[in-house]
């Protein structure tokens, strides 16, 4: 299971299971990347 997504702007984002990492790494985008969205194949296909 994939809980860790590092994103290019340098932030550590994680989650306790993949529906919780998608959830985390959306909000950090919509916050910090406004106008970037990432659906939830992509999202886990950069998450370790
Ligand atoms: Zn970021």
Do not use: F, N, W
């Amino acid at each position: 299971m994939k809980t860790r997504l590092s994103c290019p702007c340098g932030t550590a984002l994680s989650g306790a299971d993949e529906d919780e990492l998608v959830a985390v790494v959306q909000e950090h985008l919509r916050v910090e990347h406004e106008g970037r969205e990432y659906d939830r194949d992509m999202i886990l296909m950069m998450a370790t």
